[in-house]
């Protein structure tokens, strides 16, 4: 009953743009009927990082956003126990900056890059905190709650591939210019992507 990510992501690492299509199966383990689910966005904070162009799914009836928090309204109430999957299209254009999302004229880092469900507190509520930033708006410590959930990944990368290395969350298998990936009991999946790494054994 854990919730379930895949997560097709293809990347233009030199323009620095990807687009992306993810699957969000969540189980409703709260206890309780969900009027709507709560999903973190965290790109949002950085201004023009993400575009949802689409968020659709059966028993989906809409969304409405809060900044960083995105509202999936539903047609009916999830019950407990009850599964929901909700796709979801966005792109991303990532920013000029050091940090876990954003690039430096060395590599490109990929984490907290798409929408996820935060954990429920019975007593609370949803888990979600505002983040703290120092002065050049790189976000200090973990402010990000992210329930152990399975993932299915792929990272197709376009423009000038060979000349690109990838580090990621886990081990891939690569079938032409498409890694794929698979991170069971894991809370969160990240790449950091170069043209300028190299390996050593």
């Known amino acids: 009953n854990r919730p379930h990510y895949k997560l097709d992501l293809i990347l233009d690492y030199y323009s620095k ?3 992306v299509s993810e699957n969000v199966t969540y189980t409703n383990r ?6 709507e689910i709560l999903m973190l966005v965290p790109p949002r904070d950085f201004e023009g990082s993400i575009n949802i162009q689409s968020l659709s799914g059966e028993g989906v009836a809409g969304y409405r956003d809060e900044g960083v928090k995105l509202w999936v309204k539903l047609n009916a109430p999830l019950e407990a126990m009850q599964s929901i999957t909700i796709n979801i299209l966005f792109r991303l254009a990532f920013p000029l900056q050091e940090g876990i999302f954003g690039y430096t004229n060395r590599q490109l880092n990929i984490a907290d890059w798409y929408p996820f469900i935060p954990p429920y507190n019975a007593d609370t509520g949803w888990v979600a905190y505002n983040r703290v930033t120092d002065a050049n708006n790189i976000i200090v410590g973990e402010y990000l709650v992210q329930e152990i959930a399975d993932f299915t990944v792929s990272l197709k990368l376009i ?6 290395e990838v580090a990621a969350s ?3 298998e690569k079938k032409d210019d498409v890694f794929y990936y698979s991170l069971p009991f894991a809370r969160a999946f990240a790449f950091s992507v170069s043209d300028s790494y190299f390996e050593h054994e």
């Open 17 to 19: 743009y990807g687009t």
């Open 30 to 35: 709260t206890g309780k009927a969900l009027d």
């Open 159 to 164: 423009n000038q591939p060979e000349l690109i």
């Open 170 to 172: 886990a081990p891939g």
